[in-house]
């Protein structure tokens, strides 16, 4: 019998996958499903990227790179930092990660270990948790909630803090809620940590090109006062449309960045060379390909909070960040998870139920909102249809 360690008894999954993999396989079976669950732009990776990435391989980058990436995409990845958030970071403090989720990997195996504790969001990031649980830390929650537009309470989230308390993970604009934490929320929660000068802090911004409404997407990178403990994670994933090339990157704190380095050199070694040339491509190529996704994005935002709030028993909060909608569908007489399957299985409808993103997640649905107009008319009109003739009670 095998024996594998204890720890993978805790490690947890995305269920977006497992939703992605089920609408595919009865998609095969003919059946026409609407597929809201994944979380990725349904644009292409603009063109000038992929041409970077493609004269990458033809120059002959086929071999391994620097472990922490190639300078001249950490040094643009430093002028983009300064040009989005007007901070000056070096070069030599940005690490190039195969995706934005191995920053979360890193950071919580810094921190995470039995008897520490580690604040991160609920409804949030799924992988938040479960690496919190593989390390053997405790994970403790900060509650997202509706009432707070879905933005981090700087009261609440302070209040959580223990002497055990080691990392506390943010994340806005967020995934799943769409919630952005204003500027001012930023600001106590910030002023708050200084009463807690050991504890380390993973910002999450990886939606932070994606905010709407005029609503300011505010960088922790800002505040020079926790910036020897922050640790700030990025990549091109959502911005340019590359989820599939694996390309993200953060910036740490000097004593963490070795640390994060030899994590690299002992299991990716570096990012595929040719999505580091691609990379550069997209941070000092021209922005409007990035401009009008997000004007699509935020067309389709409004489509689909209309619609959500016009289906029966259904309130849709309007989020403000990425592209998702987190509709309250607790008045439904419906549990959101067997909900979001029953969507699935009798609607052909894909969205994901709000408790795989956390306990606070219950009595709401995830829906994301990259893709077409047209799908998410067809996606409203079958839930609507479903919920008008399946409504318990
Ligand atoms: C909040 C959040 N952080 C990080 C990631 C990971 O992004 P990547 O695909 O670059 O690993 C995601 C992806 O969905 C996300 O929603």
């Given at each position: 019998?095998?024996?594998?360690?204890?720890?993978?008894?805790?490690?947890?999954?995305?269920?977006?996958?497992?939703?992605?993999?089920?609408?595919?396989?009865?998609?095969?079976?003919?059946?026409?499903?609407?597929?809201?669950?994944?979380?990725?732009?349904?644009?292409?990776?603009?063109?000038?990227?992929?041409?970077?990435?493609?004269?990458?391989?033809?120059?002959?980058?086929?071999?391994?790179?620097?472990?922490?990436?190639?300078?001249?995409?950490r040094?643009?990845?430093?002028?983009?930092?300064?040009?989005?958030?007007?901070?000056?970071?070096?070069?030599?403090?940005?690490?190039?990660?195969?995706?934005?989720k191995?920053?979360?990997?890193?950071?919580?195996?810094?921190?995470?270990?039995?008897?520490?504790?580690?604040?991160?969001?609920?409804?949030?990031?799924?992988?938040?948790?479960?690496?919190?649980?593989?390390?053997?830390?405790?994970?403790?929650?900060?509650?997202?909630?509706?009432?707070n537009?879905?933005?981090?309470?700087a009261?609440e989230?302070?209040?959580?803090?223990?002497?055990?308390?080691?990392?506390?993970?943010v994340?806005?604009?967020?995934?799943?809620?769409?919630?952005?934490?204003?500027?001012?929320?930023i600001?106590?929660?910030?002023?708050?940590?200084?009463?807690?000068?050991?504890?380390?802090?993973?910002?999450?911004?990886?939606?932070?090109?994606?905010?709407?409404?005029?609503?300011?997407?505010l960088?922790?990178?800002?505040?020079?006062?926790?910036?020897?403990?922050?640790?700030?994670?990025?990549?091109?994933?959502?911005?340019?449309?590359?989820?599939?090339?694996?390309?993200?990157?953060?910036?740490?704190?000097?004593?963490?960045y070795?640390?994060?380095?030899?994590?690299?050199?002992?299991?990716?070694?570096?990012?595929?060379?040719?999505?580091q040339?691609?990379?550069?491509?997209?941070?000092?190529?021209?922005?409007?390909?990035?401009?009008?996704?997000?004007?699509?994005?935020?067309?389709?935002?409004?489509?689909?909070?209309d619609?959500?709030?016009?289906?029966?028993?259904?309130?849709?909060?309007?989020?403000t960040?990425?592209?998702?909608?987190?509709?309250?569908?607790?008045?439904?007489?419906w549990?959101?998870?067997?909900?979001?399957?029953?969507?699935?299985?009798?609607?052909?409808?894909?969205?994901?139920?709000?408790?795989?993103?956390?306990?606070?997640?219950?009595?709401?649905?995830?829906?994301?909102?990259?893709?077409?107009?047209?799908?998410?008319?067809?996606?409203?009109e079958?839930?609507?249809?479903?919920?008008?003739?399946?409504?318990?009670?």
């Amino acid at each position: 019998m095998l024996r594998i360690v204890p720890s993978f008894g805790r490690i947890g999954d995305e269920n977006a996958f497992a939703v992605l993999a089920r609408a595919g396989a009865l998609a095969a079976q003919g059946r026409d499903i609407v597929n809201l669950g994944i979380g990725q732009p349904d644009f292409p990776t603009p063109p000038h990227i992929v041409e970077a990435g493609l004269k990458a391989l033809r120059d002959g980058h086929h071999g391994y790179t620097p472990a922490v990436g190639i300078p001249p995409l950490r040094e643009a990845v430093a002028r983009d930092i300064h040009h989005r958030h007007g901070v000056e970071v070096s070069p030599d403090s940005v690490m190039i990660v195969p995706g934005g989720k191995v920053t979360m990997f890193m950071a919580i195996l810094m921190f995470g270990e039995p008897g520490a504790e580690i604040l991160y969001p609920d409804p949030g990031f799924p992988i938040y948790r479960s690496m919190i649980e593989f390390t053997g830390a405790t994970p403790v929650p900060v509650p997202i909630r509706e009432a707070n537009g879905f933005a981090f309470s700087a009261e609440e989230t302070l209040s959580l803090i223990t002497e055990r308390t080691r990392l506390l993970i943010v994340n806005s604009p967020a995934n799943p809620t769409g919630g952005v934490t204003p500027k001012a929320e930023i600001g106590a929660l910030v002023k708050g940590l200084a009463a807690h000068p050991d504890l380390a802090i993973l910002s999450d911004e990886i939606y932070g090109t994606m905010t709407y409404d005029g609503q300011a997407h505010l960088s922790l990178l800002a505040y020079p006062e926790i910036r020897d403990r922050l640790i700030y994670l990025d990549g091109a994933s959502k911005t340019y449309a590359m989820t599939g090339w694996r390309l993200g990157w953060s910036v740490w704190p000097k004593p963490l960045y070795d640390a994060a380095r030899k994590l690299a050199v002992n299991s990716f070694s570096c990012v595929n060379a040719a999505a580091q040339w691609a990379g550069i491509a997209a941070l000092d190529g021209p922005q409007d390909c990035v401009a009008a996704m997000l004007a699509e994005f935020d067309r389709r935002r409004r489509l689909v909070v209309d619609g959500l709030n016009r289906l029966p028993n259904v309130s849709c909060t309007t989020p403000t960040g990425a592209f998702y909608a987190f509709p309250n569908v607790s008045r439904t007489g419906w549990k959101a998870k067997p909900l979001a399957t029953a969507l699935l299985d009798e609607a052909g409808v894909a969205v994901i139920g709000g408790p795989d993103f956390g306990v606070f997640g219950e009595g709401y649905l995830r829906l994301s909102y990259a893709n077409s107009a047209e799908n998410i008319a067809r996606a409203l009109e079958r839930m609507e249809r479903f919920l008008t003739e399946r409504s318990p009670g």
